[in-house]
């Protein structure tokens, strides 16, 4: 008998079954060839696919500029005879100030005129034309932007709460008690751990900038209370509102105006006091001008957003 060549069946079934599993691990079980979608490790919501490009260039770029708003670049000159009139917000009395000396220095010949009749008066005059720019311690509203008024941030501010240097009180306050003592909730100052007297609060009037950032940021949009014991000043100054405190007293007024005030004590908020980035009662202060701006508001804001006008707001020099 013939003697048969080769290898036995055997190996032959076993290449089958090699070559079987084979193609069924390149068929089913291979991973996509494109990394970028569902790759192993990849989070599908997140890889970036050919209808969803990378935008990391676009969320580094700068917000565009708001609606209506220009650019105020310093001024090279400002023509001698020019007069620039500034009013509104009581809070930026220091910085009209430090703002109008600086820019009469570097200028000669220019003349910056400034009051200090409140927010509300001061945007009311730019409407009027009879002011060049308002300074303004609070937010524009709708209807006034729909006049085409444009508010340009200029500097940050704290609100603090302030009582009379010989008032007893040696203690601070939490912002619960803040709000229940400008609410009429706490009228007297034994419910705060001091002696038992009347809290007399001194209210601004509502055509103060500092009154509306005080309802928003304290009160919690919540009105003033109507207890006997709150006292609405009928004019918005600070000065008076201090010499008013005396030994029972308690008002609020931005930071920079009493810092060095002798005659008050400005009281922590949560153990937190102004000069700390955590206390809470914090805003910006701007100036508000109308759209398109004269020439004499583009040469004063442009000064005021310079690095020399930062300074001169912060330093006086």
Not at 56 to 74: C, I, N, Q, V, Y
């Amino acid at each position: 008998m013939a003697q048969r060549s080769g290898p036995p069946p055997i190996v032959y079934l076993l290449a089958l079954l090699l070559l079987g599993g084979l193609g069924y691990w390149f068929f089913l079980r291979k991973p996509p060839q494109n990394p970028g979608v569902n790759a192993p490790g990849t989070n599908p919501a997140t890889a970036p696919t050919a209808a969803t490009p990378n935008n990391s260039a676009l969320s580094t770029a700068p917000p565009p500029p708001p609606p209506g708003g220009e650019a105020f670049p310093p001024p090279a000159s400002v023509p001698a005879g020019t007069v620039i009139r500034v009013d509104g917000s009581t809070s930026m009395v220091t910085i009209n100030q430090n703002l109008k000396a600086g820019f009469q220095a570097q200028f000669p010949g220019t003349t910056v005129e400034t009051a200090a009749n409140g927010t509300d008066n001061g945007i009311q005059d730019v409407l009027q034309k009879t002011v060049d720019v308002a300074g303004a311690s609070r937010p524009l509203k709708a209807e006034e932007q729909g006049q085409g008024l444009v508010a340009v941030p200029i500097a940050s501010d704290q609100i603090a709460i302030v009582i009379g240097a010989n008032n007893p009180y040696s203690g601070g306050l939490t912002a619960s008690q803040v709000y229940g003592i400008f609410t009429g909730q706490i009228t007297n100052w034994s419910e705060l751990g001091g002696g038992d007297a009347p809290i007399q609060v001194l209210n601004r009037p509502a055509v103060s900038g500092t009154h509306q950032a005080f309802k928003e940021l304290v009160l919690q949009g919540k009105d003033f209370g109507n207890t006997p014991n709150i006292t609405t000043l009928p004019r918005d100054e600070t000065t008076g509102m201090l010499q008013q405190l005396g030994q029972d007293g308690i008002g609020y007024a931005t930071f920079a105006q009493v810092v060095n005030q002798k005659t008050v004590r400005v009281l922590p908020i949560d153990g937190t006091t102004p000069e700390q980035v955590s206390y809470p009662y914090q805003r910006e202060l701007m100036y508000v001008y109308q759209s398109p701006p004269s020439p004499n508001t583009q040469a004063f804001l442009g000064y005021a957003l310079s690095p020399q006008g930062q300074q001169v707001i912060f330093t006086g020099n």
